[in-house]
């Protein structure tokens, strides 16, 4: 029969990555928790509505790249693009501001955009999403960088590349808004279609835009660091010094507009040299104005998101580091042994010891190179002699050692725990 393949953009990851992944959720999970953090699980389906409001009607996301169907109840959905707008969401529907002024929220999980599918690039793709809302202090921007820095050093990226800006407030981004608008007009013959579009819907956009006259286009336009009120520009020089406070290298990037709309005053980007194109591997910043928007109280707000597989195709360990194996092997030779072996597995296993075993009664070469290829440490040998004598045969399989060991579980954990700890034979 044919068989069916996974769709264009989706990808599968197999056991032999997921020890990786493990290891950067659990990364995630230990730093998070330590800046108190909480985890939270939303739908992956929501209204369309909530995305063409919290995203932006006009932005690249909402434009061409949700997954947007009518339901049988002729209800239009969306498989959630970003996590922000779901995540806020949640927040207004609980009132979890109502229990606590302040909620530091994230989230792990699958998102969906139907984007040209290319390296580093998938239709569905994971984040990880991190959320503070009911602080505007610009001492909390500093600490979500920090935090995330300290994260992606856990990982092992030594070297990240933080850049920030300040995209203004509701005072001074207007006016910034109307000079970039001049700059664009004067320029438009060289500007794409889409950015054409953009002067009169999300002119801020052109900035972002990644097609070579684009750019050139708004190399010497309007600049926001000019344009900022006092209180930008004051909260934008806090936020830089408490960097400082903890060493965090950043440099500034007044270009960087970011692809949603709304994002207020800090914004910030992680990128390094390694991804080309699609180079950056988290995008963030802060929001004052969208929990409103989404119909709750005026309450501010700052996140980031991680693209996981950026990060996973950054990290120095690769996944073969971290693929699990089995502590020990039970190779049983006949019926009677295979008894005992599977009984002894299973109630080892039952006390957390990873182990694997033959049930097909392989020959013992066969059974010893299924060993070696799960890259198990130990192998424990069981025959018809070894059952006369009620002791079966322990093999360290890195050094090729062995010794006789009863055949019960304290026998064998002891063993194990002995050899670990360096100390050969006690027996
Ligand atoms: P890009 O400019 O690369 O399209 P973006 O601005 O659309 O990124 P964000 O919405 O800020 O991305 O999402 C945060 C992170 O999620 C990105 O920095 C990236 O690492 C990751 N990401 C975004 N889109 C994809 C995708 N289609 N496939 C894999 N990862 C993605
Ligand atoms: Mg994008």
Known sequence: METISAIRGFKDI???????????????????HAFGFRDIRIPILEKTELFARGIGESTDIVEKEMYTFTDRGDESLTLRPEATASILRAYIEHALYATDPVARLYTIGPMFRRERPQKGRY??????????????????????????????????LTNPHVEINSLGCPVCRPGFRSAVVAHLQGREEELCGDCRRRIDTNPLRVFDCKIESCRAAVEH??????FLCDACRVHFGTVQESLGLFCVPFSINDRMVRGLDYYTRTTFEVTTDVLGAQNAVVGGGRYDGLVQQLGGPDIPGIGFAIGFERLVSLMPRVAEDFRRTPA???????????KIAFELANRLRLNNVEVEMDYAGKSLKSQMKRADKLGCRYALIIGDREIAEKSGVFRDLRNSTQTPVGLDLASITGKMEALQRGVEDLV
């Open 328 to 338: 020990l092997f039970i190779a049983a030779l006949g019926a009677e042994a295979q």
């Open 14 to 32: 197999l056991p032999a990555e997921a020890g990786q992944w493990l290891f950067v959720e659990e990364q995630a999970r230990r730093v998070f």
């Open 123 to 156: 239709r569905q793709f994971y984040q990880i999403d991190a959320e503070i809302l009911g602080l505007d202090d610009p001492r909390v921007d500093a600490e979500l960088i920090l935090m995330l820095t300290h994260f992606l050093k856990a990982v092992g």
């Open 221 to 226: 336009a309007p600049r926001l660091a000019d």
